[in-house]
T-cell receptor
Framework: DTGVSQDPRHKITKRGQNVTFRCDPI?????LYWYRQTLGQGPEFLTYFQNEAQLEKSRLLSDRFSAERPKGSFSTLEIQRTEQGDSAMYLC??????????FGPGTRLTVL | GDSVTQMEGPVTLSEEAFLTINCTYT??????LFWYVQYPGEGLQLLLK?????DKGSNKGFEATYRKETTSFHLEKGSVQVSDSAVYFCALSDLVDSSYKLIFGSGTRLLVRP
């Protein structure tokens, strides 16, 4: 059990560029979650997958955001046409069914 | 909707002092309650959890009791160490929500001085 991993750990981009983050969950965890955390706040739910199916998306997930989990393994979160307001820590978590969620180290995005 | 309210920080204590971080919640269903800890530059680590009323979660000297009558889940530790300095998040997962997504409080920063 190697834990949840995320790549990259840090990303600096210019406004208007596209970025993609990757999350590798704990093996055999069928649920995968994405959260966003801004400075001084708690994480906020963005979306979740059960196996390869994306079952819920938050209103925070605008049309510029898209997430995938092909084959029910790793997941990617893409942000198109980034804006300064997208600057945040993006956290991934995984769980087995309804059990405890385990978090990765996060990807810190800075949009200049 | 469901929500979690935590006491604002920062909380500054001397080593070996007693710690209490207050957390209250509102939920439409039957929540499980959690405390997560975040060290600088890192993701969240589960500290403890409780899944039903009157359950006590405990780990590394930290404790919290699920109080349904007061909708609270306060975090306590009898003697804090400098290494406990971090941000602590209270969270709930409502079992009536099939996603089991976590709803977090805004976090409480703890600073322990030698």
């Amino acid at each position: 059990d190697t834990g949840v991993s995320q790549d990259p750990r840090h990303k600096i981009t210019k406004r208007g560029q596209n970025v993609t983050f990757r999350c590798d969950p704990i093996s055999e965890h069928n649920r995968l979650y994405w959260y966003r955390q801004t400075l001084g706040q708690g994480p906020e739910f963005l979306t979740y997958f059960q196996n390869e199916a994306q079952l819920e998306k938050s209103r925070l997930l605008s049309d510029r955001f898209s997430a995938e989990r092909p084959k029910g393994s790793f997941s990617t979160l893409e942000i198109q046409r980034t804006e300064q307001g997208d600057s945040a820590m993006y956290l991934c978590a995984s769980s087995f069914r309804s059990d405890t969620q385990y978090f990765g180290p996060g990807t810190r995005l800075t949009v200049l | 909707g469901d929500s979690v309210t935590q006491m604002e920080g920062p909380v500054t204590l001397s080593e070996e002092a007693f710690l209490t971080i207050n957390c209250t919640y509102t939920a439409t269903g039957y929540p499980s309650l959690f405390w997560y800890v975040q060290y600088p530059g890192e993701g969240l680590q589960l500290l403890l959890k409780a899944t039903k009323a009157d359950d006590k979660g405990s780990n590394k000297g930290f404790e919290a009791t699920y109080r349904k009558e007061t909708t609270s889940f306060h975090l306590e530790k009898g003697s804090v160490q400098v290494s406990d300095s971090a941000v602590y998040f209270c969270a709930l997962s409502d079992l009536v929500d099939s996603s089991y997504k976590l709803i977090f409080g805004s976090g409480t920063r703890l600073l322990v001085r030698p």
